[in-house]
């Protein structure tokens, strides 16, 4: 009996072991006719089994002998595209490169020639929606799905974007930084107090403004805001309040998303059975919040003010239809329309489903608010890190506001100065070395190779192929970026923050720089001085531009660049924080003009200082001579950029989860500073 048993699974393990090799032929032969360059490796880098188990299996890994695995390990570890950015593709003496594995190929680009394109045939290389899946615990929505469907929802969802509507993310963006410093600085005449909050503070800011752009709804600051705003409460039936559930929604979002719902509600522990309780009560308030949009559509009443995505997403999708249309149809019937007589008009074709609905209202939240406040707490590091760099920017603030008050600050006159200066730079450059996602993924269909010039060489992805743009490697390729120091290396350079790289000698923005860049030639344009128009020192476009796809004839898109004309314009697919072409951020200008606004109102107040509480109290600082400052400062300064680099992870969004950097916010003029030094860098 048991030599049955053996030979049966002897028999199990061979055929097992026949198809692995099978499928590993058959990819590796395909990577061979692509004219790709290939590495081979023992596994998927997105097989189910290896994202769960690669965890627990790769301490172990990589404790076997360095020739065993330097030739493939870089290439299956998890978030290696940050970790390597693009040194690999230096090593390699390629700008993209393909894995092989039994699970399936890979390809790996940072030519932006190649992103450019892929991103552009979007028909040929379309979105891998079954790796969006997790984010549909409400419904189907414009991220996770393709083709006609994600036209019917890109449709729907891309109107209330609009340029109005930027102006009210400005004012709303104004008025909760005010909210945010309070909340930092206490009343006037406080000592500073070191902020050991500020990634779960801009966290907090961002969620507010989705909250009213999104949902209609102001949150005020506790503690800071006394004026009683129209917050949802607990209302009937619900155990939390709006502001709870929206804001426990995000936090326990690893258990809703990752946990099957059947069994994230059995589960006996707090944690679990708290993020069951966050996703119903939220499930409860939207369906409450659309039914009563569409009890307003149908009255005919308008938001008085606000975005109203939500509101604008129902509308859109034809779910119901105002009164006077609806009066309108019926008398067209009775006076002879083309009606018969007695017969009703037919209802609009509804576009998309209450749990649509519900997608769309979630992802908003989602992937606005996260990427938004990622920006705004590294931006706020690295000119802490940086301080040269921060004093540049307040002259360039001061110079773009002079005297005037927040209050009299105007979106039309000063947000395109804002883009088009050091405050544009400093978010340019913060996406530039800290994008939102690490990469973005492209896939061929099955049987369907694609033709494409890869380093200016023919070259076939083969059907069936997943493409990673990555865009931490792109974006410090050394082709595509101007070098801000001739002494130091162009790729070492890259991976320092130096919003000056953006500006040109023509933007009024450039002689706030104390030490102007002398600037290198690099890929035919001379840098800082690249063929970007200039519009005689001062920025008054709009920075919004919509074009029509070519396959519609209502289905518009952002096609505006990433930056101002102002500034430096890298060349198309070499800068892609926000993706590239139709499937681009719907959101990129309301994260642009909230992160210009929150930036330019902290900034035009206070400076921020690095805490150095693990060093020394202020009592000793107080007693420092410059030189044991300096020092001082720098044990902090290692810290942070430290955690900037080794302490990030993916999981939705590339953040720093493994510690807090602490700082200060100092009130400009205060004579409070600890650490400005004379030279500094």
Not at 366 to 378: D, P, R, V, Y
């Amino acid at each position: 009996m048991w030599s049955y048993i053996g030979l049966g699974a002897l028999v199990t393990v061979g055929l097992w072991a026949s198809t692995i090799y099978s499928a590993f032929a058959k990819n590796l032969a395909a990577a061979k006719s692509s004219n790709i360059p290939y590495i081979v490796v023992p596994v998927y880098y997105f097989g189910l089994l290896w994202l769960s188990l690669s965890p627990l299996i790769l301490p172990y890994i990589r404790k076997l002998p360095k020739k065993w695995t330097e030739s493939w390990l870089v290439y299956v570890e998890e978030d290696w595209q940050w970790r390597e950015k693009h040194e690999i593709y230096r090593i390699l003496g390629s700008d993209t490169f393909m894995t092989v594995s039994p699970g399936g190929n890979m390809v790996w680009t940072a030519d932006a020639t190649a992103i450019s394109e892929i991103a552009n045939r979007r028909n040929d290389f379309p979105k891998p929606i079954y790796m969006y899946q997790l984010i549909d615990i409400f419904g189907k929505n414009v991220i996770s799905t393709e083709g006609q469907t994600w036209r019917q929802h890109r449709k729907i969802t891309s109107p209330p974007f609009t340029e109005k509507n930027n102006q009210m993310v400005w004012s709303e963006s104004l008025h909760q930084t005010k909210s945010m410093l309070k909340s930092w600085t206490g009343p006037s005449g406080t000592p500073p107090q070191t902020i050991k909050s500020l990634n779960a503070d801009t966290m907090r800011l961002s969620l507010n403004m989705i909250s009213r752009a999104g949902f209609g709804v102001r949150l005020p600051w506790p503690g800071v805001e006394d004026e009683q705003e129209k917050v949802p409460g607990m209302t009937e039936g619900h155990t939390m309040t709006f502001v709870e559930a929206m804001t426990e929604l995000v936090e326990r979002l690893f258990w809703i998303v990752m946990v099957p719902h059947w069994l994230l509600k059995r589960l006996p522990f707090a944690a679990p059975a708290r993020a069951w309780q966050c996703f119903s009560e939220w499930s409860r308030y939207m369906h409450e919040m659309c039914e009563a949009k569409k009890l307003d559509i149908i009255e005919g009443r308008a938001q008085e003010d606000g975005m109203d995505l939500l509101g604008a997403v129902i509308k859109g999708a034809n779910v119901v239809q105002p009164k006077a249309i609806s009066n309108g149809a019926a008398k067209s019937a009775a006076n002879g329309s083309a009606l018969e007589k007695g017969q009703q008009p037919d209802p609009p074709i509804r576009a998309l489903s209450d749990p649509e609905i519900f997608g769309n209202a979630f992802v908003f939240l989602l992937a606005g608010h996260e990427t938004t406040a990622n920006s705004i707490h590294f931006s706020i590091l690295l000119l802490a890190i940086h301080p040269h760099a921060q004093r540049a920017l307040q002259r360039d603030i001061d110079r773009i506001f002079g005297s005037r008050p927040v209050s009299e600050w105007d979106y039309e006159r000063d947000v395109p100065e804002l883009f088009s200066g050091l405050v544009g730079a400093v978010l340019n450059e913060e996406l530039r070395i800290i994008p939102p996602v690490v990469a973005i993924p492209k896939y061929t269909k099955a049987n369907q190779p694609q033709a494409i010039l890869v380093d200016g060489k023919p070259c076939t992805v083969p059907g069936g192929t997943v493409i990673n743009l990555n865009v931490c490697a792109v974006q410090r390729n050394p082709k595509y970026w101007p070098s801000s120091d001739p002494n130091v290396d162009a790729a070492t350079d890259l991976h320092e923050f130096r919003p000056e790289r953006w500006l040109t000698e023509s933007n009024p923005a450039y002689a706030c720089i104390q030490n102007p860049p002398v600037q290198k030639h690099m890929n035919g344009h001379a840098n800082g001085t690249a063929k970007t128009p200039s519009i005689n020192g001062s920025c008054t476009s709009k920075i919004s531009i919509a074009t029509t796809d070519s396959n519609s004839n209502d289905l518009t898109f952002d096609s505006a660049p990433d930056t101002s004309a102002q500034l430096y314009r890298p060349p198309k697919g070499a800068y892609i924080p926000f993706s590239e072409g139709f499937r681009s951020c719907l959101g990129r200008r309301f994260a642009q003009v909230e992160v210009l606004a929150v930036l330019a109102v902290i900034f035009s107040q206070y400076s921020v200082e690095l805490a150095v509480d693990e060093y020394a109290s202020d009592a000793e600082v107080e007693k420092m001579s410059p030189a044991e400052k300096r020092a001082v400062y720098e044990k902090s300064r290692a810290r942070a950029k430290n955690l900037l680099d080794k302490g990030m992870s993916t999981l939705i969004t590339l953040r720093m989860r493994s510690a807090e950097v602490g700082v200060r916010f100092i009130k400009r003029g205060s004579g409070q500073e600890r650490f400005a030094f004379e030279d500094e860098s």
